[in-house]
């Protein structure tokens, strides 16, 4: 089956502007969650959305939002862009079967550049 | 969610096994111990998880102490293809979250 992917793979930007970036979950997989990865910071978590819903957020300013649509796709944004956005964000999904373990599967990421 | 301890680094002959280990003391008994693993520039791969009992995969074993304070994730035949950032977490199977929690990993490098 087709895995996570994230569109777009690439994106330069400057700062001020906003961005807004894909994310297509495995087919059947309900949670979706972004991370944010840098140098400096490694993997940071971002937030979750399950059913539609943001279920768990991350330690990140109110710039950064996202949102999930009913076909489990979900979107995240970034508004007013800093430099110290530059960094790779990563998508993960996950089936979510009730009180099991679940693992997650990760897209390829977009390599955000903020200039 | 536990905190783990992992080498920043290691290095690993090519068909050798590379064994590499985590430290989570404060784990807690319904807290599973996963192993996802990053290939430069690509996002983590799943590799591997368990919660008390050794567990064996196509990819890689792991191997728990009776304590579940430490475990070592075994790749029994490493190839150039396994240098990767390996990455241990400790965390409950939640209801309400799939939140990983990432540490600084351990840098594997398979030399030929």
Same mark, same amino acid.
């Not at chain 1, 400096?40 to 539609?52: D, I, K, W």
């Not at chain 2, 969610?1 to 002959?13: E, G, I, L, N, Y």
């Not at chain 2, 304070?69 to 990455?87: E, F, N, Q």
């Given at each position: 089956?087709?895995?996570?992917?994230?569109?777009?793979?690439?994106?330069?930007?400057?700062?001020?502007?906003?961005?807004?970036?894909?994310?297509?979950?495995? /087919?059947?997989?309900? /949670?979706?969650?972004?991370?944010? !990865? @840098?140098?400096?910071?490694?993997?940071?978590?971002?937030?979750?959305?399950?059913?539609? @819903? !943001?279920?768990?957020?991350?330690?990140?300013?109110?710039?950064?939002?996202?949102?999930?649509?009913?076909?489990?796709?979900?979107?995240?944004?970034?508004?007013?862009?800093?430099?110290?956005? /530059? =960094?790779?964000?990563?998508? =993960?999904?996950?089936?979510?079967?009730?009180?099991?373990?679940?693992?997650?599967?990760?897209?390829?990421?977009?390599?955000?550049?903020?200039? | 969610?536990?905190?783990?301890?992992?080498?920043?680094?290691?290095?690993? *002959?090519?068909?050798?096994?590379?064994?590499?280990?985590?430290? &989570?003391?404060?784990?807690?008994?319904?807290?599973?111990?996963?192993? #996802?693993?990053?290939? &430069?520039?690509?996002?983590?791969? #799943?590799?591997? &998880?368990?919660?008390?009992?050794?567990?064996?995969?196509?990819? *890689?074993?792991?191997?728990?102490?009776?304590?579940?304070?430490?475990?070592?994730?075994?790749?029994?035949? *490493?190839?150039?293809?396994?240098? *990767?950032? #390996? #990455?241990?977490?400790?965390?409950?199977?939640?209801?309400?979250?799939?939140?990983?929690?990432?540490?600084?990993?351990?840098?594997?490098?398979?030399?030929?």
């Amino acid at each position: 089956k087709a895995g996570v992917t994230q569109t777009p793979r690439y994106l330069i930007k400057t700062r001020g502007q906003q961005v807004t970036l894909s994310c297509s979950p495995i /087919s059947g997989h309900r /949670s979706v969650s972004w991370y944010q !990865q @840098t140098p400096g910071q490694g993997l940071q978590f971002l937030f979750e959305y399950f059913s539609e @819903t !943001q279920r768990n957020k991350g330690n990140f300013p109110g710039r950064f939002s996202g949102r999930q649509f009913s076909n489990s796709r979900s979107e995240m944004n970034v508004s007013t862009l800093e430099l110290g956005d /530059s =960094a790779l964000y990563l998508c =993960a999904s996950s089936l979510v079967a009730g009180g099991q373990v679940n693992e997650q599967f990760f897209g390829p990421g977009t390599r955000l550049t903020v200039l | 969610d536990a905190k783990t301890t992992q080498p920043p680094s290691m290095d690993c *002959a090519e068909g050798r096994a590379a064994n590499l280990p985590c430290n &989570h003391s404060t784990i807690s008994g319904n807290e599973y111990v996963y192993w #996802y693993r990053q290939i &430069h520039s690509q996002g983590p791969q #799943y590799i591997i &998880h368990g919660l008390k009992n050794n567990e064996t995969n196509e990819m *890689a074993s792991l191997i728990i102490t009776e304590d579940r304070k430490s475990s070592t994730l075994i790749l029994p035949h *490493a190839t150039l293809r396994d240098t *990767a950032v #390996y #990455y241990c977490i400790v965390r409950a199977p939640q209801g309400g979250s799939e939140k990983l929690v990432f540490g600084k990993g351990t840098k594997l490098t398979v030399n030929p």
